[in-house]
């Protein structure tokens, strides 16, 4: 009998040799012909997989979008109680890539972001990449502003007119735009690990504040040190 062939798992095999090519060399050094002999099949196998390089970066690109996705359901996953301000703490700092083991996938990313700068098929995928996320994130701040604001309003009943209700579209552009610029901020080294999540913190503490005058715990994520066991703010404490 034929030997059947796994064309998805195969398609993942290639677009993670492409990622480890392009953390080597950029991707101006990812060809076909060292993308098969790093993922050790055919330049055949990956034509099957693949018509064009185009084809097989925009592809690559879009697994590193599930991969980082994937970690952000795991977070919200282990504690399915959290709030909405947090739930977007640990999404926000997931998808800044600020950890010593995401380097790597962070080189990968910006190196895409600069391809896509002159590749209209490659910006078409990250556009839709950021509309999935602001989404994502517009309805994140909108619960966790109503829940601050319900809040606010059992305590002073005078604060119904919804004075300081903040945009969340607005919001959750500049917290996009910010988790990026905190990306290439680490990755170059002009701020560690640990200064750029307290950044972020600040500005998640900063959001909050602006909801409605209350501020739910809404955390940036665990920091890259690690987490602390109870998946709060390890601000004031020790990191390991």
Not at 1 to 10: I, N, S
Not at 112 to 125: C, K, M, N
Not at 137 to 163: N, V
């Amino acid at each position: 009998m034929p030997r059947q062939v796994d064309h998805a798992g195969r398609r993942r095999l290639i677009a993670e040799a492409v990622c480890r090519l392009a953390d080597e060399r950029g991707l101006e050094g990812v060809t076909l012909r060292d993308v098969a002999a790093r993922a050790q099949v055919s330049m055949g196998a990956v034509q099957r997989c693949f018509r064009t390089k185009e084809e097989m970066l925009v592809f690559a690109l879009g697994h590193i979008g599930e991969q980082v996705m994937e970690r952000v359901q795991a977070r919200l996953v282990r504690s399915p109680a959290q709030s909405a301000g947090t739930a977007l703490g640990h999404a926000v700092t997931e998808i800044s890539l600020l950890r010593e083991e995401h380097r790597a996938e962070a080189r990968v990313w910006l190196a895409f972001v600069a391809q896509a700068a002159v590749s209209e098929v490659l910006a078409g995928t990250l556009k839709a990449n950021y509309a999935t996320l602001h989404e994502a994130f517009t309805h994140l701040i909108a619960e966790a502003a109503e829940a601050a604001e319900a809040a606010e309003a059992a305590e002073a009943a005078e604060d119904a007119d919804g004075a300081g209700r903040l945009d969340a579209r607005r919001e959750a552009r500049t917290l996009l735009a910010l988790a990026d610029g905190l990306t290439a901020h680490v990755l170059i080294g002009h701020l560690t690990p640990e200064e750029a999540y307290e950044v972020l913190h600040a500005h998640l503490g900063d959001l909050w504040e602006r909801s409605a005058g209350s501020t739910p715990r809404a955390e940036a994520g665990p920091p890259p040190a690690g987490p602390a066991p109870d998946g709060t703010s390890t601000r004031g404490r020790t990191r390991d």
